[in-house]
């Protein structure tokens, strides 16, 4: 690893610019931060997402880190912006969230474990307002609570906290009540910190955020309970940018990291844009498929942040494209496969109206007609196509992939195109969103989503925009339904109103916001070796 100064240097940056966390990871000081925010954007952003994932894992994160070292190999100024992992996949199924192979985050073990504590302060600030809700419910001071909907959180995945009943042992301790915990990751303050555009909207935001009603179903919030300044303290580090490297020492930020089937999915607004003020191409992501992550990206953190990508990259394999078309042997599996990756291309090329790379993560066992296969998919579907090796060869498999993104984004940036306009009503929006990007016919919702949803717009927030809860295993709300499913109706089950994210979201299907471990935990294969190193983390 490089020193992190000796990094920050590439980017013209010195050690006042830096609050150093250890020699290899650094936070930007507030000053610095600041100025990138209000600073004109320098650089062309590029985002990289994905087909719809399966269980093997599509390698977005590995190609972003790969792409990212093949440009600064280049000679280009690149940099990377990217999400903290959330310690409950670390722990559960998925493993490490830094990348993989010659293509990963460094420091790998202190980025997944607690990279510089963003996530505790996070869960620390949300759970504070719990306290102080239930304070508040207590002693009818500073606000009258009758109910409360906030939520506690915590960075761990635990299904055995999601119902709980808090407030036993007599009136002394409390008014018995039944509660539950997100995960960090789905907490609306992770959300907030994310799209917040410096420390006044940080404010503004917290303040918004709704924690219950009164005694007349008068929403109680964050602000009405003087929660706001103690919050903003807990966040003091938190909403500044991380400073990492990639393993050959390329640049990059890692900040924020809500998941995308039930938040935005996007690494924060900050991050972005200080590395849109630092670098002349920025590689992101956007958390599961295109679908998910990638709409949300656009929708809602770009119409925000005022910003708009100059390409897409589109990760694919040749064993998701087999798992999509049947999951048996044969180039006709990944030919139908492919339906999956022409709905998202349409959705990039058509819906958002933004050049599409198709970049193929190869594997070892990959045969030569395959990946063929998959190039004359891509090109008929007017897609160009490269492929990736960076997991085995860093920068120098990753090359191709960076001339072909360096090409695209030669030229001005596209036109800022949404699925939906602000003014549309959120039934429009989301149909929208279900039709042409999900490939759905038509939408459904339920009695429940209808009543919340009318008292939403009565309450005012009917023109925000929307952020959908769908599974991420298919572009349908039905979790078995693999490739590219046509004449489904999307069924929305609940509205709820995410003021101090500023959006509504949309829930479909069996959504959790505390996922649960699986039978065999990655947490199993992880251990600390005597000389202080981390070992198993995948």
Known sequence: MRPILEVARSLELSGDDLLLNGPYLAKLAWPTAERLRNQAVRGKLVLVSAMTPTKYGEGKTTTSIGLTQGL?????RAMAALREPSLGPIFGAKGGGTGGGRASLEPAAKINMHCTGDLHAITSANNLLAALADNALHFQAPAPLK???WKRCLDLNDRFLRNTVIGLGGSAHGTPREDGFDITAASEVMAVLCLADGLEDLKKRLGRLIVGTDSTGKQITAGDLEAVGAMAALLSEAILPNLAQTNDGAPAFVHGGPFANIAHGCNSIAATRSALGLADIVCTEAGFAFDLGGEKFLDLKCRQAGIWPSCVVLVVTVRALRFHGGDTAGLGTIEKGFENVARHLQAIRH???????????????????????????????????????GFLEGSAGSLALADLVAHTVKGPVPTAKYSYPLEASAEEKIRAIATKVYGARDIELTRDARTQLAKAVKDGYGLLPVCMAKTHLSLSDDVTAQGAPVDFTLTVREIRVRAGAGFLLALTGEILTMPGLPRVPAAHHLDLAPDGTVTGLT
Do not use: M
């Not at 600064?72 to 280009?76: D, F, L, S």
């Not at 998959?374 to 492929?387: N, P």
């Open 351 to 389: 819906t958002f109206g933004l050049p599409a790379i198709v970049a193929i993560n190869v594997f070892g066992d990959d045969k030569p007609e395959e990946l063929e296969l998959i190039e004359k998919l891509s090109q008929t579907e007017g897609a160009a196509c490269a492929r990736n090796t």
């Open 147 to 149: 109910t409360i909907s």
């Open 72 to 76: 600064v190999a280049r000679g280009h």
